[in-house]
C-alpha cells in the first residue's frame, strides 16, 4: 500500500484545480494514443495523475478501503503512484513465471488492464 503521506497528499492536497489538471493530463494522453501518438506520452506523469483521480473518487466517493469497490480503487491508486517508480527500475517479473496470477472479479481486472495501457 501507499505510504500515509502519499495518501494524504493525494487526499488532503489536492485543489478542484489540480484535479482537473490532472484528468485533463489523462484525457490528452488517452487522445493521443488514440491518434498513435503514444511515443509523446510522458507515461509517468499520465499514471501519477489516473492515481490521484483515483484517489479523489475513493476519498469523495466516502468508499471503506478495506471492502468492497474501495478497495479495488486503492490498490489500483497505489500501483499508478508507484508506476514511475517501477518504470525508471529495470523491469523483473514479480512473480515466477509457472505460478498463477490471482484469480478475481471485478476492478481488479480493470486495474490489470489500466496496468496494461501504461507499458
Do not use: C, W
Not at 499514471?47 to 480503487?73: F, P, V
Amino acid at each position: 500500500m501507499a505510504s500515509e503521506e502519499t495518501q494524504n497528499k493525494a487526499t488532503a492536497d489536492q485543489s478542484s484545480s489540480e484535479l482537473l489538471a490532472s484528468a485533463k493530463l489523462v484525457a490528452d494522453a488517452a487522445q493521443s494514443t488514440f491518434r498513435n501518438e503514444s511515443d509523446k506520452v510522458d507515461k509517468a506523469k499520465v499514471a501519477d495523475a489516473a492515481g490521484d483521480l483515483l484517489d479523489a473518487a475513493a476519498k469523495y466517493g466516502k468508499l471503506d478501503e478495506q471492502k468492497g469497490i474501495g478497495q479495488y480503487l486503492d490498490k489500483a491508486a497505489d500501483y499508478l503512484h508507484q508506476y514511475p517508480d517501477k518504470a525508471a527500475a529495470p523491469s523483473q517479473p514479480s512473480q515466477p513465471a509457472d505460478s498463477k496470477a490471482e484469480e478475481g472479479s471485478g476492478l481488479g481486472g480493470l486495474a490489470n488492464l489500466a496496468g496494461g495501457f501504461f507499458k
